[in-house]
């Protein structure tokens, strides 16, 4: 098989792999899933859209369609402005993710950790769908933070982000930390901040030591999280992508959906006998 370069960013990038065929079917997957002794799932915002929370880059998209999203969720300008600050505030109050409930792809990954399959999911989302639809906090990492709280960038202490939102609604523009008077942000990682360290070790353990390695709904741009796959094919793990616009790693990739994960998650799930 040619041997090809991983795609990578931001770091040296790993050795030579062999080239992957992009053209299992369901049933090949879902018999992987079967056998595998450890899964390890990554999930990006195209799982949650069918949840009604939009993504960042598609045509409907976060960014797309509000260009100063971006600069809320830039650290060097949210801690300069106050104006920032409440612009922040204002848009979190009508966030969909405080509404959304789990859809079927978040179900069905629950139903796989119960099945024993799943090691560890890591997503890039901060709308907590996956604790929600019942995966357990111990097999999930948020890379990216969560909404659900916030944080005193002064004095690091924590609390509901619904508390923080009751306080906007009252008439607090941009209300700070009621321990120290510091800043407060919600707990998801801003552009210039960087991961939690030991999260990042979490999942960069998990993808070598996996044997199937699900990468969905996700275009696999941002690193260092998209080196994930590349350490998962290192290690001899086969990789599946399902995302509906095209990644950097399909043609490496051992099966290659586009179809909607709401759809496709549970039927592979299922077919595997983690569904009853």
């Known amino acids: 098989m040619t041997e090809r370069n991983l795609p990578v960013g931001g770091e040296r990038a790993p050795g030579p792999v062999a080239g992957r065929r992009p053209g299992a079917s369901r049933s090949e997957v879902a018999s992987w899933i079967r ?4 899964v390890c799932v990554l999930t990006g915002a195209g799982i949650s859209t069918e949840s009604g929370i939009p993504d960042f880059r598609g045509p409907q998209g976060v960014w797309t369609k509000d260009p100063a999203a971006a600069r809320r969720s830039t650290l060097a300008h949210y801690l300069s402005s106050s104006a920032v600050r409440a612009d922040a505030w204002r848009s979190r109050l009508e966030h969909p993710a405080h509404r959304a409930q789990p859809n079927r792809a978040h179900l069905a990954l629950a139903e796989l950790e119960r099945f024993g399959r799943l090691d560890t999911l890591v997503t890039q989302n901060i709308d907590g769908l996956h604790l929600q639809a019942g995966n357990s906090p111990q097999r999930v990492v948020e890379i990216h933070g969560s909404l659900r709280e916030v944080v005193c960038l002064n004095c690091g202490a924590r609390r509901p982000m619904a508390e923080a939102l009751e306080r906007v609604r009252q008439g607090e523009a941009d209300p700070a930390c009621r321990t120290c008077g510091g800043i407060l942000k919600s707990a998801a990682i801003s552009f210039g901040q960087p991961l939690s360290a030991e999260d990042m070790a979490r999942a960069r353990d998990a993808a070598q030591r996996c044997d199937l390695f699900l990468a ?35 043609a490496l990739a051992d099966a290659v959906f586009r179809d909607p994960l709401g759809e496709l998650i549970p039927a592979l799930v299922e077919a595997a006998g983690a569904l009853p």
Do not use: H, K, M, W
């Not at 056998?35 to 450890?38: Q, S």
């Not at 696999?220 to 095209?246: D, H, K, M, T, Y």
């Open 35 to 38: 056998a595998a002794g450890c």
């Open 216 to 250: 969905l709904g996700t275009r696999l741009q941002v690193f260092p999280v998209a080196e994930l796959p590349a350490l998962a094919l290192q290690s001899g793990a086969r990789l599946v992508i399902a995302n509906a616009q095209p990644t950097a790693y399909d």
